[in-house]
Nanobody, 126 residues
Framework: QVHLVESGGGLVQTGGSLILSCASS????????IGWFRQAPGKERETVGC????????LYADSVKGRFTISRNNARNTLYLHMNNLKPEDTGVYYC???????????????????WGQGTQVIVSS
């Protein structure tokens, strides 16, 4: 059973932009904190950013601050990761994940997220 579906990945040149989407047909995304994560080849999965319920809090990894932004479209039950000024080190598979609805806060720890998508590939060429 697939709870979350990411899309929007692709190949882009350094300095380019992409918008990733995270959608669900199983639950309403604005009822849960949602995180974005990425995994580069040969590396561990890392947190990119997250957004709390009601968008009270957003957190971003230092490596993406000022370049990436998380937003929601509740009417479409979709979450977005806007990525600007992309760098080769941003290459990886990007995942969205949801915390339980009983949790309000946005947190960095991967283990706090219970439902994951299958990921979308982003490749930034130099």
């Amino acid at each position: 059973q697939v709870h979350l579906v990411e899309s929007g990945g692709g190949l882009v040149q350094t300095g380019g932009s992409l918008i990733l989407s995270c959608a669900s047909s199983e639950f309403t995304l604005d009822s849960r904190p949602i995180g974005w994560f990425r995994q580069a080849p040969g590396k561990e999965r890392e947190t990119v950013g997250c957004i709390s319920i009601n968008d009270v809090t957003t957190l971003y990894a230092d490596s993406v601050k000022g370049r990436f932004t998380i937003s929601r479209n509740n009417a479409r039950n979709t979450l977005y990761l806007h990525m600007n000024n992309l760098k080769p080190e941003d290459t990886g598979v990007y995942y969205c994940a949801a915390r339980p609805p009983s949790r309000f806060a946005c947190v960095e720890s991967l283990t706090e997220y219970e439902f994951w998508g299958q990921g979308t590939q982003v490749i930034v060429s130099s």
